[in-house]
């Protein structure tokens, strides 16, 4: 099955406060992010039933180097990416966008 990606306003927001919050500790390092971000993007959209099932019919994908994760729901072919939350965050946070 081929499936697209979606991004949710959450996921929208997340990434450009990651990327912002990389660019001001060391220069280049929110490139570095992104790369890591679409590798893992790509894997999620080559096999989004490769990862583990959490919270509310959710997934997890774990991004290499960089202490973030990228939460998703998957409907019929399309893989909607609920946020990219640093692991340290709260879980209510992820409960609270998959209401």
Known sequence: MTYSLELSEFAVQDISEIIDWYR???????????SSLEITLKLIESNPLAFQLRIKQSRVALLQRFPYKVIFKI????????????????PKLIRKRLK
């Open 24 to 34: 001001d500790q060391k220069e280049g390092l929110e490139n570095e992010f992104i």
């Open 75 to 90: 409907y019929d072919s399309i893989i909607k990416i609920i946020g990219v939350i640093h692991h340290s965050r709260n």
